[in-house]
């Protein structure tokens, strides 16, 4: 979106038509009610930038299907050269027409019409520039349909429009309300607007409507309709005194047959403007973030280079931040777009007394309440004051919105008012995406960082790791994923339309998805639903449609609603990272896979609750299916999936596994006091969750996991790019990688059979692991936490005279046959104090064969102990290192 600058923020209101409610479709569900009907064709309203259109910022949707509009304001418009009663110069009409008509041109190539256009929608800049107000009325009201108003002032109305009645346009009894205003009725409204220039006055403005109606139909039957107006308004001498072009305009704009009326396209393209055209530049569209072309192509300093040099106090550094943000900082700031309005006296309250009906008896007699007028359209825009917000900035220096991104110092700025915003990281998440001034430094930071994208995706991650800004998530993520090149050529390349065998399952799925958020829940997000998901199945032959891609798909729309191409590849770039093979269409193996690592991790964390659940044969295959198969999409409202998701893009395929741990460890002392069917009932309707809590608790628990001991056969291959086949991402930093994307060693863990791994209560980690987390090749003997206590230590539970022909430095010698009882309980030796001192460190079990190492780490997991895991090939993988050392002899 484009800065603010000098513009305003303004709202206005209005409502949409209520449906019965006791009328379903034709699936059987209830209707969707306009109102969310327009909420959902409005989003592509915002994605419109041109210098002649006010930008659309917001919709929101209130009681009793009212709708609030928040767009670019200004408060000069053409009502005030009207009312001044002026008659405009030949120069200034043909500016006002040739700058109407690029936004109308613009709005026709995205096939949309403006049919509202008036004075008091024609808005003027401190410059003196047009920019059309309202103009996406017409389209998110279904041409009128969703509304009890007719869109359209009478005195501007094409006669073509007048014609066709005030019918709905969705109206199936009238065959001719179906068909809409084309481009052309904008032309006779701008023709209008143009002659009441050069009259000085308005339009046919003291005659009654039917009347006025009635005139513009009878205009069909006249030659020169300009002249004609003339007489009608007593102006005849000024309109002939015109130059030609002006008046040859205004004659091309009234034309009664819209087959004859020119089309703004063509009107653009037309000699009259012979002389205005060259002062103005093509526009030229945005460039995307995700595109080929080069962004930096078209950078210009300003005109005057003394306004980078002006001093702190003239300038206005909020005016310079884009519409949307402004608008987001606004809501921070205490802004209510009711509570203005109600102010403003365009929303009034009333006793549910003057709310009553009108009813008719059998005599004719009537009685109550007539129709409520304030149901109609009120186009009054309500300028939204920025003082508060301002107020609550005044502090923030001008450094805050211009950060250094090498600055070796934190990346969040000082405020002047001595309160340091780096404390504010310290508080919940949910205080800082509510403060205003931290937000602000948050949004400006990642808002460079973006731009620098993809040279800065290091200090992209480095700062997500803090938190992202919910106005950037969705870029962010994109940018997390490793998305690069023109995805919206790659997007459109897909054939989304031949129908295919999976069109009825996602038919059936979508109106289930996360249907209680809005935006989803509109007919546009159905559509774009079924597009994005279209659009996976078929550039991914050898996968399938499972049940729970649409919840999958869900996160990544939502945040991309207006880029549907940005959607997908963010899905397709997400599914091979965490669910590598999930879709396929026999998936049996790598579920169980996943399932069987999942319980180890379990057994690995939190040994206690592992064999309760063990103990009442509650197992993964009964609650966390959906949960990984979906990424807890399925399970959590989207507000908590974006938080997870936050952190779990900075993870590796392996995070989701703490994510699961940490989600049990919340309901530990439910499933503790419970059996089989309890627990089964309280997964049915999983309890609330606090994700804050649950986030932290999959950090924690990651930082205490080997990579190795995650290790699945079926998870993605070795890769040097995220580019998951289609060709989205870059090559993986560190901070990505997973322990497949390590170069295969000797002491890399060997792939195990599926039943092998069953049999495992204790995942497995690989030499070259045990290695790096005892550090033995610097020399040291146990890696060591802040406290300074080793984090790991290997138990070699051979034979004391195994032992003693060659170990590993620092570890424990603990016999196998010494250590328990027949009955698997620990019994009194020489190494069972030095056994429990290791309670909470991650205990690796090191043996010569493989049955001893599996049988002793599962007694340990049963007696309780926590991150037990066992050295993947024993120690004659550890043989070959040269790390093995013999005890010296005693003299």
């Given at each position: 979106m484009r800065p603010l600058r000098d513009a305003q923020l303004g709202a206005f209101t209005f409502f949409a038509s209520a449906l019965p409610h006791d009328v379903c479709g034709s699936n059987g569900l209830p209707l969707t009610p306009n109102s969310i009907k327009i909420l959902g064709r409005f989003q592509i309203l915002k994605s419109f930038t041109h210098p002649r259109l006010c930008q659309y910022v917001d919709i929101s949707r209130g009681k009793h299907e009212r709708l609030v509009v928040v767009a670019e304001h200004y408060e000069s418009s053409l009502s005030d050269f009207q009312r001044q009663g002026k008659t405009a110069s030949p120069d200034m009409v043909l500016q006002v027409a040739y700058e109407v008509l690029e936004g109308l041109e613009f709005m026709n190539k995205h096939g949309m019409v403006h049919r509202a256009l008036a004075p008091n929608n024609v808005l003027m800049d401190c410059k003196g520039n047009v920019k059309l107000a309202k103009f996406g009325l017409y389209y998110m009201t279904d041409r009128g349909g969703d509304v009890d108003f007719p869109i359209g002032y009478p005195s501007y109305l094409a006669p073509e429009v007048i014609a066709?009645?005030?019918?709905?346009?969705?109206?199936?009894?009238?065959?001719?309300?179906?068909?809409?205003?084309?481009?052309?009725?904008?032309?006779?409204?701008?023709?209008?607007?143009?002659?009441?220039?050069?009259?000085?006055?308005?339009?046919?403005?003291?005659?009654?409507?039917?009347?006025?109606?009635?005139?513009?139909?009878?205009?069909?039957?006249?030659?020169?309709?300009?002249?004609?107006?003339?007489e009608e308004h007593g102006c005849l001498d000024t309109i002939k005194d015109l130059p030609e072009n002006v008046l040859e305009l205004l004659r091309k704009c009234l034309i009664f047959l819209p087959s004859k009326r020119p089309t703004p396209a063509e009107l653009l393209g037309d000699?009259?403007?012979?002389?205005?055209?060259?002062?103005?530049?093509?526009?030229?569209?945005?460039?995307?973030?995700?595109?080929?072309?080069?962004?930096?192509?078209?950078?210009?300093l300003p005109e005057d280079i003394s306004d980078l040099c002006k001093e702190e106090e003239e300038v206005d550094y909020l005016s310079e931040r884009a519409i949307d943000e402004v608008y987001y900082l606004w809501c921070l700031a205490g802004g209510d777009l009711e509570k203005e309005l109600t102010n403003q006296g365009i929303i009034q309250s009333k006793p549910p007394l003057c709310t009553l009906p009108k009813f008719l008896l059998e005599d004719g007699e009537s009685f109550g309440q007539g129709r409520d007028r304030s149901f109609l359209l009120d186009d009054t825009t309500v300028t939204?004051?920025?003082?508060?917000?301002?107020?609550?900035?005044?502090?923030?220096?001008?450094?805050?919105?211009?950060?250094?991104?090498?600055?070796?110092?934190?990346?969040?700025?000082?405020?002047?008012?001595?309160?340091?915003?780096?404390t504010t990281v310290t508080l919940p998440l949910i205080i800082r995406e509510r403060d205003t001034e931290y937000q602000l430094t948050r949004i400006v930071l990642f808002h460079r960082l973006l731009q620098a994208y993809p040279y800065k995706r290091d200090l992209v991650w480095k700062d997500a790791r803090v938190d992202i800004p919910p106005l950037v998530r969705g870029m962010a993520w994109a940018a997390l994923l490793g998305i690069e090149g023109d995805?919206?050529?790659?997007?459109?390349?897909?054939?989304?339309?031949?129908?295919?065998?999976?069109?009825?399952?996602?038919?059936?799925?979508?109106?289930?998805?996360?249907?209680?958020?809005?935006?989803?829940?509109?007919?546009?997000?159905?559509?774009?639903?079924?597009?994005?998901?279209?659009?996976?199945?078929?550039?991914?032959?050898?996968?399938?449609?499972?049940?729970?891609?649409?919840?999958?798909?869900?996160?990544?729309?939502?945040?991309?609603?207006?880029?549907?191409?940005?959607?997908?590849?963010?899905?397709?770039?997400?599914?091979?990272?965490?669910?590598?093979?999930?879709?396929?269409?026999?998936?049996?193996?790598?579920?169980?896979?996943?399932?069987?690592?999942?319980?180890?991790?379990?057994?690995?964390?939190?040994?206690?609750?592992?064999?309760?659940?063990?103990?009442?044969?509650?197992?993964?295959?009964?609650?966390?299916?959906?949960?990984?198969?979906?990424?807890?999409?399925?399970?959590?409202?989207?507000?908590?999936?974006?938080?997870?998701?936050?952190?779990?893009?900075?993870?590796?395929?392996?995070?989701?596994?703490?994510?699961?741990?940490?989600?049990?460890?919340?309901?530990?002392?439910?499933?503790?006091?419970?059996?089989?069917?309890?627990?089964?009932?309280?997964?049915?309707?999983?309890?609330?969750?606090?994700?804050?809590?649950?986030?932290?608790?999959?950090?924690?628990?990651?930082?205490?996991?080997?990579?190795?001991?995650?290790?699945?056969?079926?998870?993605?291959?070795?890769?040097?790019?995220?580019?998951?086949?289609?060709?989205?991402?870059?090559?993986?930093?560190?901070?990505?990688?997973?322990?497949?994307?390590?170069?295969?060693?000797?002491?890399?863990?060997?792939?195990?059979?599926?039943?092998?791994?069953?049999?495992?209560?204790?995942?497995?980690?690989?030499?070259?692991?045990?290695?790096?987390?005892?550090?033995?090749?610097?020399?040291?003997?146990?890696?060591?936490?802040?406290?300074?206590?080793?984090?790991?230590?290997?138990?070699?539970?051979?034979?004391?005279?195994?032992?003693?022909?060659?170990?590993?430095?620092?570890?424990?010698?603990?016999?196998?046959?010494?250590?328990?009882?027949?009955?698997?309980?620990?019994?009194?030796?020489?190494?069972?104090?030095?056994?429990?001192?290791?309670?909470?460190?991650?205990?690796?079990?090191?043996?010569?064969?493989?049955?001893?190492?599996?049988?002793?780490?599962?007694h340990l997991v049963k007696v309780n102990f926590p991150r037990v895991c066992m050295l993947d090939g024993g120690i004659i993988k550890m043989r070959s290192t040269g790390l093995l050392t013999v005890p010296s002899p005693q003299i």
């Open positions: 066709q009645g005030s019918f709905h346009a969705s109206d199936p009894s009238n065959e001719e309300a179906s068909l809409p205003s084309g481009p052309k009725s904008d032309v006779w409204s701008l023709g209008a607007l143009l002659f009441e220039m050069c009259a000085g006055r308005r339009l046919l403005h003291n005659i009654e409507i039917s009347e006025r109606l009635k005139f513009i139909l009878t205009l069909g039957c006249m030659d020169d309709i300009v002249t004609v107006l003339a000699g009259v403007f012979n002389e205005i055209s060259c002062l103005y530049m093509p526009f030229q569209k945005p460039l995307s973030l995700f595109s080929s072309a080069l962004r930096c192509a078209h950078l210009e939204l004051s920025l003082c508060q917000l301002r107020n609550r900035l005044k502090d923030v220096g001008g450094e805050a919105y211009y950060p250094l991104l090498e600055d070796e110092q934190s990346s969040l700025p000082q405020s002047a008012s001595n309160q340091d915003l780096s995805i919206q050529a790659k997007y459109e390349g897909i054939d989304k339309d031949t129908p295919i065998p999976t069109d009825r399952q996602i038919e059936v799925d979508i109106p289930r998805c996360h249907q209680y958020d809005e935006l989803l829940s509109s007919p546009q997000g159905h559509v774009k639903f079924r597009r994005v998901l279209k659009a996976w199945v078929v550039s991914h032959p050898d996968l399938v449609y499972w049940q729970g891609l649409d919840s999958l798909c869900a996160p990544f729309l939502y945040l991309n609603f207006n880029n549907e191409a940005l959607a997908y590849a963010c899905m397709s770039a997400f599914i091979p990272k965490y669910l590598y093979n999930f879709f396929l269409k026999d998936n049996s193996h790598v579920i169980q896979e996943y399932l069987t690592v999942f319980s180890q991790m379990i057994a690995f964390h939190d040994p206690e609750l592992s064999n309760h659940l063990n103990q009442i044969g509650f197992i993964p295959d009964l609650y966390a299916i959906p949960w990984f198969l979906t990424m807890f999409t399925h399970v959590f409202p989207l507000h908590k999936i974006f938080h997870l998701w936050d952190t779990m893009l900075l993870g590796n395929s392996s995070f989701p596994f703490c994510i699961g741990v940490a989600i049990l460890q919340q309901l530990r002392d439910r499933l503790l006091a419970n059996g089989f069917n309890e627990c089964i009932l309280l997964f049915s309707d999983l309890p609330e969750i606090d994700i804050e809590r649950c986030v932290h608790e999959s950090i924690k628990l990651f930082s205490w996991t080997p990579k190795s001991a995650t290790y699945r056969q079926h998870a993605q291959p070795p890769k040097t790019a995220i580019t998951n086949g289609n060709g989205f991402g870059r090559p993986v930093p560190y901070y990505f990688s997973d322990y497949q994307d390590m170069p295969r060693t000797d002491l890399s863990r060997d792939p195990l059979a599926l039943s092998d791994l069953k049999a495992e209560l204790s995942p497995r980690i690989s030499a070259e692991d045990l290695i790096d987390l005892c550090e033995l090749s610097l020399g040291g003997v146990g890696k060591r936490t802040r406290a300074g206590k080793p984090k790991i230590v290997a138990v070699d539970i051979r034979s004391a005279e195994d032992f003693s022909r060659g170990h590993l430095s620092g570890s424990v010698n603990l016999p196998y046959s010494s250590a328990f009882g027949p009955d698997g309980e620990l019994v009194q030796c020489p190494g069972t104090g030095v056994l429990h001192s290791f309670r909470g460190r991650v205990i690796v079990v090191i043996s010569h064969a493989l049955k001893s190492g599996t049988t002793f780490a599962s």
